[in-house]
């Protein structure tokens, strides 16, 4: 017997639904946009709730005991962890206080795999174009200037908003600076100080056909210019 469902009126601003709609664009079935809800509000449902409080197990505290003796008697120098805290915590079941005082460590956040995936993407497709582009002659250049734009006279990488974009910022420098992905863009800032995303996406439209062919290949002038001009 099929359960019971309930039918209910949302009403959503043009920039959720344009999300939406890339979201159940990036599916295999292409769901509509009453099922593609259907799907993220149970995927949103799912993830385990935020907890107040750091919950450590009997073995847990036991383990981190002995561990604080043993650096203590070992004379290790003091780390990041203030050990002295994390045992007050315990003993006086202060397990709200971790979270507080140490927030670098115990916090709600989790990258979303479609923002990883997307970076990656973004990523791949500035190499290709950078690398591209020192290949052309000093001719070819200029005429990409012309084609584009006066911008267009170094082709490079910007990076993400750190405001508006903040967490697709943090995944490329954590693929870069951690990872040692890409090492193009090594050393770089990479916030471009002004929303990029939603041209990056353009620009993806017009790349993604041809990445398949650039097997020890690389970008043409007028391929540069079509995906910068998207």
Known sequence: MASKTERFEMRLD????ARVDRWRGEQNDLPSRAEAMRRLIER?????????????????????????????????????????????????????????DMQGLFHDHEDDEVDVKLVVDILDMWSFLEEGFTKLSKKEKDQLATDVGPWAKVVEFAGFDGNNEAGLRSISKFLVDDMKRFSRFKGRDLNSHSPSVERYRRMLVVFEPVRATLVGVALSQSQIAKILNA
């Open 14 to 17: 043009e920039d959720i639904i």
């Open 44 to 100: 949103g449902l799912s993830k385990p709730e935020k907890r107040a409080a750091v919950n450590f197990t009997d073995g847990d505290k036991l383990l981190f005991m002995v561990l604080r003796d043993m650096c203590k008697q070992l004379g290790l120098k003091k780390g990041d962890t203030d050990l002295d805290f994390v045992a007050s915590t315990i003993y006086g079941g202060h397990s709200w206080a971790p979270k507080w």
